[in-house]
């Protein structure tokens, strides 16, 4: 079973970048979906990006596109986001998942992890 960690966030001036990453301490990460949300302050829990198994397709909610890049390598069982351009309406919780591809967008199936905080400051 997949079971998602992630790491890297931290405290960064607007125009800043980050890397974050996700790591599968289970099983099988090579054969999903990986998607990241987030989730600022006081809102409810959004889309951010997701990647086919096979890196083949990725998409984006529009509040980070060319901005924001998702990879994984499957040799490492990692998912990756790196966030370019930060903002200070980037500052949320980031979380990944595994799921379901729906259009542009991803429907989480797994458990939630804690997630890691990303605070761009102004």
């Known amino acids: 079973q997949v079971q998602l960690v992630e790491s890297g966030g931290g405290l960064v001036h607007t125009g800043g970048s980050l890397r974050l990453s996700c790591w599968d301490s289970?099983?099988?990460?090579?054969?999903?979906?990986v998607g990241w949300f987030r989730q600022p302050p006081g809102k409810e829990r959004e889309f951010v990006a997701s990647?086919?198994?096979?890196?083949?397709?990725?998409y984006y909610a529009d509040s980070v596109k060319g901005r924001f890049t998702i990879s994984r390598d499957n040799s490492k069982k990692t998912g990756y986001l790196q966030m370019n351009n930060l903002r200070p309406d980037d500052t949320a919780v980031y979380l990944c998942?595994?799921?379901?591809?729906?259009?542009?967008?991803?429907?989480?199936?797994?458990?939630w992890g804690q997630g890691t905080q990303v605070t761009v400051s102004s």
């Open positions: 998942n595994y799921g379901l591809q729906t259009g542009a967008s991803m429907v989480p199936v797994g458990s």
């Open positions: 289970g099983r099988g990460f090579e054969n999903v979906v």
């Open positions: 990647i086919t198994y096979n890196s083949d397709r990725t």
